[in-house]
């Protein structure tokens, strides 16, 4: 560490006046970034839930326990957050690495409770199949991402001659902590989620589309999970990823939190802000048409109920499957009437059905673990769910 000298006030000539000035600026740089995160939350790494050292369900998750454990599938996200009240963002997810309008993936769509605005949502449910990137985003901001995602499949070489386009892009609302009425997410935030979506490690917590979601009470957010088959079960892959801003009474494991933070009840009144939403994404590389993608979908929205989630009346909670399955895929020009898939079979799908429950499971308590405390809007504060208090949900043996 450095230190000035003193004399009459005066600095002596340990440093010159440029010195000093590089100094100061540096000093004014350090409160800056010290403010900044102040206004995002704790600057202190917190831990996913296995390594806090709880572990949900029975399968195993994949190498990254992530939505990117399914090859070729990739996540970007662009945070913003301005001032007092900017507290929003865009989470885009890409299902390949290709161009995906020219060549789709199988797709399909169930709604626990419809009170939401996932646009495409209906093409998806007609034709089984997925054509753009899924973006999630705030509410107010659907018709800009869709905008923007319409400016990036036109761009793609190869689609100079596309006149329609499906996007697909899922939202829940965060006017709790961002000045939602704002709109503050424009068309070239989207695109940078887009450009900047990469497989590896994914970011949870106050980022993208979840920066200022609220779960639970506790601050929400992004969260991801996987699980992968033993062999003898197909070795397929599930992947997961969530935006969490909903309520309930939230568990883990079947044990009450409130329990164990030693709350009471929460008055009807107290849980109006938690009346949000949840977007579940589900990622697979087995090869399923749409049918067995909806009953997949249907089954992931098991792991809101399973946190404790149960689909309040204003909280739109949806899950949107896929398969990356290069067998299933479906060209934009094929060179016969007529295409042959090779498809898993109906009670194949079992293992699927329970690592799509558990994964957004463990995805749901990702987010709540990563997330940081956030004050916003109108000084509303969302705080980090106090995992320390949890300790004792975790056995001597770690289970």
């Known amino acids: ?64 326990n992530a939505i990117t454990d399914v090859a070729g599938v ?31 993936v199988p797709a399909a769509v169930y709604a626990a409770n419809a009170f939401g605005k996932l646009t495409g949502s209906t093409q998806v449910e007609e034709l089984g199949s997925l054509e753009t990137p899924i973006v999630l985003t705030n509410t107010l901001s659907v018709p800009t991402a869709a905008d923007a995602l319409i400016d990036y499949i036109l761009a793609l070489p190869g689609n100079e001659n596309v006149q329609s386009v499906n996007p697909v892009v899922g939202e829940t609302n965060d006017g709790w902590l961002n000045d939602i009425r704002g709109r503050h997410v ?9 450009q900047k979506a990469v497989g590896g490690t994914v970011e949870e917590g106050n980022v993208g589309a979840g920066t200022g ?67 579940v994404v589900v990622a697979t590389d087995a090869p399923l048409d749409a049918r067995n993608l909806k009953r997949l979908a249907k089954r992931a929205l098991l792991g809101i109920a399973r946190t404790g989630g149960y689909y309040s009346h ?4 949806y899950a949107i499957a896929f398969s990356t399955a290069r067998e299933v895929r479906i060209p934009y020009h094929a060179p016969g009437p007529t295409q042959m898939v090779t498809l898993l079979r109906d009670e194949k799908l079992s293992p699927l059905f329970l690592a799509a429950a558990e994964a957004t499971e463990e995805a ?7 997330a940081e405390r956030m004050e916003g809007n109108d000084g509303h504060v969302a705080e980090a769910l106090p995992i320390e208090k949890l300790r004792s949900l975790i056995s001597e043996k770690k289970k």
């Open 364 to 370: 749901i308590l990702n987010s709540l673990f990563k």
């Open 314 to 317: 204003s909280s739109g909670d």
């Open 74 to 104: 990739r996540v970007g996200h662009v945070t913003l957050i301005e001032g007092r009240d900017i507290r929003t963002g865009v989470t885009a997810i890409l299902p390949h690495e290709g161009n995906i309008f020219q060549e789709k």
């Open 1 to 64: 560490m450095m230190f000035l000298e003193l004399t009459s006030g005066k600095p002596t000539d340990i440093f010159g006046v440029k010195e000093l000035k590089e100094m100061r600026s540096m000093l004014f740089q350090i409160l800056l970034l010290a403010l900044m995160g102040i206004a995002a939350g704790s600057s202190a790494e917190r831990p996913r839930l296995r390594e806090f050292g709880i572990k949900t369900g029975v399968l195993a998750p994949g190498p990254l």
């Open 213 to 279: 979601t609220t779960c639970f009470d506790f601050k929400g957010g992004i969260g991801t999970s996987s699980r992968r088959l033993p062999g003898t079960r197909g070795g397929y892959t599930i992947g997961v990823l969530v935006q969490t801003n909903f309520g309930g009474i939230f568990q883990i494991k079947g044990v009450l939190v409130r329990d164990l933070l030693g709350q009471t009840e929460p008055e009807p009144s107290e849980e109006a802000k938690s009346d949000g939403s949840c977007i």
């Open 186 to 194: 424009k068309k070239e935030h989207v695109l940078e989620a887009i």
